[in-house]
Nanobody
Framework: QVQLVESGGGLVQPGGSLRLSCAAS????????MGWYRQTPGKQRELVAR???????NYADSVKGRFTISRDNAKNMVYLQMNSLKPEDTAVYYC???????????????WGQGTQVTVSS
């Protein structure tokens, strides 16, 4: 069974920190590019941070210098360290796995169920 399960969301004060985790199962983790997206009510899901196929990283301008994406291949995990959180960071955060054009029987793109992050005093 292919799935991504996010955890680590919650309520945090402005300026605080939070680390999100994503556990992958049912896929060959190493062939998937991992990323984090977020969505608020009435808005389209947007990219927060992701790896490229070459191993570099891309971040939304709004989170550069504050968020860091990382992965642990031995544990099939991807993380999003969020520092200096702002109220506008409030959203449901989703983990994503994408294998591009690599040949495999598992889905090209997989999404997690999402975890709520609320930044408020």
């Amino acid at each position: 069974q292919v799935q991504l399960v996010e955890s680590g969301g919650g309520l945090v004060q402005p300026g605080g920190s939070l680390r999100l985790s994503c556990a992958a199962s049912g896929i060959i983790f190493s062939i998937y590019v991992m990323g984090w997206y977020r969505q608020t009510p009435g808005k389209q899901r947007e990219l927060v941070a992701r790896f490229t196929s070459s191993g570099s990283t891309n971040y939304a301008d709004s989170v550069k210098g504050r968020f860091t994406i990382s992965r642990d291949n031995a544990k099939n995990m991807v993380y999003l360290q969020m520092n200096s959180l702002k109220p506008e960071d409030t959203a449901v955060y989703y983990c994503n796995a994408d294998r591009g054009t690599i040949m495999a029987v598992t889905p090209r793109t997989v999404w997690g169920q999402g975890t709520q992050v609320t930044v408020s005093s």
